[in-house]
């Protein structure tokens, strides 16, 4: 799990250092290290603890720039601090540090003190029950992975358990999770005996993993799965014109035989096909103000008023927006709207507006997205040559982080029924097969240690910075997983910024082999270095146009592609220290092409 860029610039290096001093949150029952650096008046002293400085009430007298273990006793405005040795505050760091472990009722052991003097001694605040269960762990366990873990679960303030330990070893463990799909499916399909649960288990299996392992090859959508993932594309603009032609279609298919059936179906997956083509990747609260603008024009007909026509423009002036609109529309369309962005009138609009309407219908809905997706997913297993490659990445991807239930607790949480009703996760069916004690049961819970570490791991983030990391089960045909991370500072939206961000790709080519691919994004101007124990420079210029022209159609500059030579430990791409100081955008694919 390590990410791949090790070359901090020093002024991402300040902006980390800066953000790391800015805020410390702090929960009663919390043990940790602290300086006085100012007493105050009414019991109220200035503690430093690591970069941090906190004013807070004090339950003790203690002595200015001398160094303690305080307990929070209580949170608010100020917050309400207690020393460790109650009776008295002259004690070393190792004298309060046994005076933990025997309140905790845990042996002195070198192991144990060793244990909480790191812990103290790098500011990280810990509950007692944690530290006590903490403890516990490692007393089962004194590996340095174990002590690693069990370290970052307390800086993180994650749940301190064997379930959250086992969590953090199975994505941090050298299998794969293609291969424990695989595992597990090919553990339920030898059971004799099956029943509706395990039929749902290898069901929800099969659309991870190879085609080829699977016992039975994926079938296309059947006329009642198309049908239902026909209604969930329709897109609110142009609903009771589908509604009304597919009532048309229903009269007409009842009368047609099976095999002209077949033909209207494959036609249509192909224009499913090309509807992911048309993908403008919005956010919704922007699908929702083109919609809203849209209909506003369709309502008033030829009588747009300024104030729609202001509207629209405010919209396309996101020159990211313009740019992805511009590069899906034709020609004449595209000359059309680059006259309106100068001179909003509604003469040219009209040059441009059916087709601009006809791309924002394309747009995948939110809503009901696991099953659209699923539903995707299994035309592009049963038809492999149906997506092209990049739309089978996406599909992907897609499918898995909305199926796999790594926001099951979430929903569950937030009692959100209607969801887990429409479709099952791949969690909630793993949870409920191992309710039934099955023979392959033990698969199961491995599994699920994995899926659990994804959720614990996924995202973190800060009121500045966002870093996510996920693993995800190759593509067609194709063993690796895919792992991806980002890094980033946040945009004025609290999403990561594309205009100033970091991407690493990690890729096992057939014919280059390994091959690092680093792109560094300051202002839109992308720097490109790609790392390989051959030099391939010559073939780097071949394709250096066509990336420019590529990156152009996104409103990116391509300032330089450059080779290096790959370096002899893949630690030294990593580009964050820790994962709270994540600071630009990361993305790790290792696939073999």
């Not at 540090?97 to 042996?107: E, G, R, V």
Request: proline residues 4%.
């Amino acid at each position: 799990m390590e990410p791949l860029l090790s070359n901090l610039s020093p002024q991402i290096r300040s902006l980390l250092n800066e953000q790391q001093s800015k805020t410390l949150v702090l929960k009663q029952g919390q043990v940790m290290l602290g300086r006085v650096k100012e007493i105050l008046p009414n019991n109220v002293a200035l503690i430093q603890f690591g970069n941090h400085q906190v004013t807070a009430k004090l339950e003790v007298p203690i002595n200015i720039h001398e160094a303690y273990l305080f307990e929070v006793t209580s949170i608010g405005e100020i917050p309400q601090l207690s020393v460790v040795s109650q009776s008295s505050t002259n004690f070393s760091l190792a004298e309060q540090i046994q005076m933990i472990l025997a309140n905790l009722n845990i042996a002195p052991t070198k192991v144990n003190k060793q244990f909480l003097h790191e812990i103290f001694s790098n500011d990280i605040p810990v509950r007692q029950a944690d530290l006590k269960q903490a403890l516990e762990l490692l007393k089962n366990d004194q590996s340095q992975e174990t002590k690693e873990i069990i370290i970052h679960l307390l800086k993180k303030q994650l749940p301190i358990s064997e379930t959250t330990l086992q969590s953090y070893k199975a994505v941090q463990s050298n299998r794969t999770i293609t291969e424990q799909f695989n595992q597990l499916y090919q553990a339920v399909i030898k059971e004799p005996v099956t029943n509706e649960t395990t039929d749902q288990l290898l069901k929800s299996l099969s659309q991870f993993i190879d085609t080829e392992t699977v016992q039975e090859p994926m079938q296309p959508l059947n006329q009642e799965q198309f049908d239902q993932l026909t209604e969930w594309l329709q897109h609110k603009l142009i609903s009771r014109q589908i509604d009304h032609e597919s009532s048309s279609q229903k009269e007409v298919k009842a009368n047609q035989d099976p095999n002209e059936l077949e033909i209207i179906s494959q036609v249509d997956e192909k224009a499913i096909a090309n509807r992911l083509e048309r993908q403008l990747a919005l956010s919704d609260k922007q699908l929702f103000q083109f919609e809203k603008v849209l209909s506003q024009i369709n309502t008033q007909g030829h009588a747009v008023t300024s104030r729609t026509l202001s509207q629209l423009q405010v919209i396309l002036e996101d020159t990211i927006i313009l740019a992805k609109v511009i590069q899906r529309l034709p020609t004449q369309a595209q000359d059309g709207l680059t006259r309106f962005m100068n001179d909003p009138s509604q003469a040219n609009l009209l040059e441009f507006i059916q087709p601009l309407t006809d791309l924002i219908e394309q747009q995948i809905p939110q809503e009901n997205s696991r099953q659209i997706f699923n539903l995707i997913a299994q035309m592009n297993r049963s038809e492999p040559n149906l997506f092209p490659t990049k739309d089978q990445f996406l599909i992907q991807i897609k499918n898995y982080l909305l199926n796999a239930g790594l926001d099951f607790e979430a929903q569950i949480y937030q009692q959100d029924k209607n969801t887990l009703n429409q479709s099952s996760s791949l969690k909630q069916v793993l949870l409920e097969s191992l309710a039934q004690q099955p023979a392959f049961g033990r698969e199961i819970e491995q599994l699920l240690h994995h899926l659990t570490g994804q959720q614990l791991s996924l995202i973190h983030e800060d009121p500045s910075f966002i870093y996510l990391s996920t693993t995800i089960p190759g593509l067609i045909g194709e063993d690796q997983d895919i792992k991806l991370e980002f890094y980033s500072k946040k945009d004025q939206n609290d999403k990561i910024d594309t205009d100033y961000c970091r991407i690493a790709f990690y890729l096992e080519l057939n014919r280059l082999k390994t091959t690092m691919i680093d792109m560094n994004v300051q202002n839109r101007v992308v720097h490109l270095t790609v790392y390989n124990d051959q030099n391939i420079t010559k073939q780097l210029n071949i394709y250096k146009a066509l990336l420019k022209d590529g990156l152009k159609k996104y409103n990116y500059h391509l300032s330089s592609v450059s080779y290096k030579p790959l370096p002899d430990q893949q630690a030294d791409f990593s580009i964050k220290p820790e994962l709270n100081k994540a600071n630009s955008t990361s993305s790790r694919w290792d696939v073999r092409i």
